[in-house]
C-alpha cells in the first residue's frame, strides 16, 4: 500500500489523534480504505508509536513537577549514548527522553509529585548510573504549548477602548 503523500496523513493525527479515516480521506482526496490502510500499515511499521491525549493538569487540581534534566555523560566504548540511555529510559519517572548538542549529551524530562521527589529521582537513580558525569535540573514553572496546543486561555481584553 503506497500512498503518493503519507506524510499529510501522519500530519493531521499529529494535529488531532482522534481525526476519523472518513474525515482524513475527505480531507485529502483518498478513499477511507486507502486511509485506513495506511494507518495500519504506519502502526505496523512502526511509524505511529503512540496515540496521546494532552492534559492541563494545572485545571484538574493535580499537583505535578516536571523538570529537565540536563546530563552529561562519558559515552562508552563502542556504544556511545545508547547504553546509558537505555538505564534512564526504563525508569517509570522518565517521561522523554532525547541526545542533544551543546554541553550536555542527554535532556531526560521527568514527572514526580514535588520537587523532592525529583530531587531523590536525580540523587539515588540518575546521577549514580556509570558514565553519568554531571546533572543540571530545570523546573518547569508554567506551560504555554506543548505538542502544537496552546495552554492559555484567551481571555477577552474588557478594558475601554480609548480613541483621541
Do not use: C
Amino acid at each position: 500500500m503506497q500512498l503518493e503523500a503519507p506524510d499529510e496523513i501522519l500530519t493531521i493525527l499529529s494535529r488531532d489523534a482522534r481525526t476519523s479515516p472518513e474525515k482524513i480521506a475527505k480531507m485529502l482526496g483518498r478513499t477511507v480504505e486507502q486511509v485506513t490502510a495506511a494507518i495500519a500499515e504506519f502502526e505496523r511499521l512502526g511509524v505511529i508509536k503512540h496515540y496521546k491525549t494532552i492534559i492541563d493538569w494545572e485545571k484538574t487540581g493535580v499537583e505535578k513537577v516536571i523538570a529537565f534534566i540536563d546530563v552529561k555523560v562519558h559515552p562508552a566504548r563502542e556504544v556511545g549514548f545508547d547504553k546509558v540511555a537505555e538505564r534512564i529510559y526504563r525508569f517509570p519517572e522518565v517521561q522523554s527522553l532525547w541526545l542533544v548538542s551543546g554541553g550536555y549529551d542527554l535532556r531526560v524530562a521527568v514527572e514526580g509529585a514535588n520537587i523532592r521527589e525529583v530531587g531523590r529521582f536525580v540523587a539515588e537513580k540518575l546521577a549514580p548510573i556509570e558514565g553519568v558525569m554531571a546533572t543540571e535540573t530545570h523546573f518547569l514553572l508554567r506551560k504555554y504549548k506543548e505538542d502544537q496546543v496552546v495552554f492559555v486561555d484567551n481571555e477577552e481584553d474588557t478594558r475601554l477602548v480609548v480613541t483621541p
